[in-house]
């Protein structure tokens, strides 16, 4: 029987939170630097790759007012991380009731205090309350793993059902800035799998 991860593996997803400097690995930076002729103030890649794992930083996670002002003022068709909207269930009626994608990013929450240990992670209260969540990398060179690293750690420490990692990939293709045709055939790819998931149990 195939594995949680080789589902997770093969369920199309959309990376939607993802910073391109996020995502320079201490390898690639030793690199260009060789390339274009720049001193790094590092000895070696390990020491670069040490100096990127600063844990004691804390979250830019906004508060609920940032939300509702960037849903009323600018009229966001998503809401970076978003995680802290529990704290105002008004407002998490209104995100349910307009299906404004979430793009939160476990790893980097914890690296960043927005959350103390991965266990502790909303993602799947979020998800049951109807919200539209997606899960994303932000930062994978120094937060600790790319798209698929953040889907299976949330769901070893989470506990996920397979249907609930299916509705994470849909609600990644539906919030994607894809046209119509292009989510259509995703969507249908994940359906299918999701399916054949809940046929043969794997
Ligand atoms: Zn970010």
């Known amino acids: 029987m195939a594995s949680v991860e080789a589902y997770i593996r093969n369920l199309p997803k959309a990376e939607l939170h993802l910073h391109i400097e996020g995502t320079l690995e201490p390898e690639l930076a030793f690199r260009l630097a060789r390339k274009n002729g720049v001193a790094l103030p590092y000895a070696s890649v390990a020491e670069l790759r040490a100096a990127y794992d600063f844990r004691d930083l804390h979250g830019e996670e906004g508060p609920p007012a940032y939300v509702r002002a960037a849903l009323d003022q600018l009229a966001v068709r998503r809401i970076d991380h978003g995680v802290r909207c529990e704290e105002d269930p ?31 992670h909303n993602l799947k209260r979020l998800l049951e309350a109807g919200l539209r969540v997606t899960v994303n ?66």
């Open 137 to 202: 990398s932000d930062d994978p060179a120094y937060f600790g793993g790319y798209l698929l690293e953040n889907y299976l750690t949330v769901e070893r420490a989470l506990g996920l059902t397979r249907a609930q990692l299916a509705t994470l990939a849909r609600n990644s293709i539906e919030a994607s800035f894809l046209d119509a045709a292009a989510k259509h055939r995703w969507i249908a790819a994940i359906d299918l799998r999701a399916r054949h998931a809940e046929r043969h149990g794997d």
């Open 90 to 120: 008004e407002l998490v009626r209104r995100l349910v009731r307009e299906q404004t994608a979430l793009t939160v990013c476990p790893l980097s929450n914890v690296r960043l205090r927005v959350f103390d240990r991965i266990e502790d």
